[in-house]
């Protein structure tokens, strides 16, 4: 009898099974698969929430686990069959493999361990989030589109914006944004509550630039209910801002918009109060940042999508720091251990939806919007790197000392390449010399914090060059105080001297102080106390224009006191002024004058000097 192989004798029976006719799938593949909810939608909420949005479909030849399970199988099967020649390319290639593509399994399973984003609209057959966190009072888009200026002074003011102040933080996309404000204009009401917090914060912060006998304003100041004091005027918008964000739900819904807007702020807050002001806040934007995956290299719907994320990270890194330099109480090396893909350096209209148009040739001397931006975090990844070591027990090893004097200097070289004309200022450029004077404060800095252990006589460790190089550094940050105060070119940023900038002249005051009363009795110090008295001038003026000028000024004439009782009788001096000087220099929290007992400091740490 002829025996029929399994195959055989089972034909017949198969032949015989009627065909069913295929039932069209009512869920998409991905919610089948999975036995999850589905809204039907293409892309469904479930593939958005979970970010399958790929592989979302309605009856494909979608890959589930038994498919591909089979399909190992028959590529194990077929191995016997084949000749294989290995070489050491083809193992590298295969090694390399899963770690360059992963698996579908392993993708699947890093999307469900991804925080899920929170949905801005309810999805439905689902209970409405019982975690809400605004402030204040519900208030209608209509009421918050009221605050806003006339459309010709918003207009002007928005303008203005991207024509001189987004270049110093340029995380905002300019075709993007027009884009946006278009079609605001088109439909007020549809726009989010998100973007119009970006755009109250534009208006806020132009208006801290600009006089109020500008032009632009005409217009506005035909309302007479509206106060002409544009330091009210801005605080209004900044308000607004924040309600807008408020009434967004920022806390607990949040888009780039929500991200653009909080680093608007915070970076404004920055330079107008203080770093310390804006701290808070920008620990809500970097775990939004965060929480919008911007510190990851995810796939972007787009490119401009992708590029705004990366600014945003860009722009987290830059604001912190501000914070590293002005206070010792942080370590930034976790964000420094993110190693996020940082935006591409290109113009604005170079980044198309689909494509970026890269420089021939990555030069330091090409100029483009986003300039300031790639040497700033590339100051943050010095910076970072400089905290850390000088609160180390390393801080005084003078071979680190050399190897990041020679990076900060080596920056510099960069920037004077990139801003500067044969070394010396570009009357062409405004904003690049703007620039330039920034970066030149990040410089400084960073010198003080590295040669700072090295600079007095009475340290076992002192260096006269460090002492030579805090002299530098301390004049060079109240000069930069002065032309931002004082140079008709740079009228349009004189708001920074309110914030960041006067701290960082305090720093250099500081520096300046301990080291003329390290100096030998003979030395002549007049251009040196000529340019602290100078900037207690400045700080004069300023100190009713924020709380961190009437800080530094109460604080900067602390320091001249100790400086004029060296004049008159050096013999009157007690030996150990210089060591008193600095031990106060290190305990006192300078940034907050008002819990300092003045008078008891004057008698604890001068007395005897009189």
Sequence with gaps: MEQLSPSSSSSPNRSQVQKRRPRK??????????????????????????????????????????????????????????????????????????????????????????????ERSVIPDSPNPTVTLSFGPCVPITELLALLPPTSVTEYLVCRYFGTLSSLFHILHGPTFQTQYLDFLEAPEKTSLSWLAV????????????????????????????????????????????????????????????LEALLILVHMISHNEGPEYGWALLGSALNIAIALRCHTD?????????????????????????QALCFRDIDLTFLLNMKATMPAWVNDKDIQEHSIKQSPKDSPCEFTDTSLL?????????????????SGDDKLNTTILHQYDTAVAKEQLQWDAAYLVNGRRSILNTAGYAHWCMLQTYAHQLYLLLHRPFHSSKASHFRAESRDKCIKSGLALLDVHHQFYELPRLKCYRWLVKGAISCNALHGAVALTSCMLDMPDDSDLTEHIFAIDAAITRMEALKMKSPACSSVYRVIRCLRSYLSKRDPAPTFLPEDVELRFEDWATNVDWFRPDGIDWVKQALTHIRGII
């Design 298 to 322: 995810i796939e972007g719907p787009n490119c401009i999508e992708q590029e705004r994320r990366r600014r945003c990270w860009a722009g987290i890194l830059i604001i912190h720091t501000y």
């Design 374 to 390: 790639k040497f700033q975090v590339r100051l943050f990844q010095l910076s970072t790197q400089i905290c850390s070591h000088i």
């Design 25 to 118: 799938p009512l869920n998409c593949d991905p919610c089948r698969h999975s036995k999850l909810k589905c809204d039907r939608g293409l892309p469904c909420a479930t593939c958005l929430k979970r970010g399958w949005q790929d592989s979302c479909a309605y009856g494909s030849n979608f890959t589930g686990p038994q498919k591909r399970r089979r399909t190992r199988l028959e590529v194990v099967d077929s191995v016997p069959q084949q000749q294989v020649q290995v070489q050491s390319v083809e193992v590298t290639e295969i090694v390399s493999s899963p770690s360059s593509t992963p698996e579908p399994i392993q993708q699947r399973w890093d999307h469900i361990l991804r925080r899920p984003s929170v």
């Design 199 to 258: 755009l109250f914060a534009i208006i806020s912060l132009t208006l801290k630039t600009i006089e109020p006998t500008d032009a632009g304003l005409v217009v506005l100041w035909q309302d007479t209910t509206i106060p002409r004091d544009l330091s009210v005027l801005s605080q209004k918008y900044r308000n607004a801002a924040m309600t807008a964000l408020s009434q967004d739900q920022f806390l607990v819904r949040h888009d780039l918009s929500t």
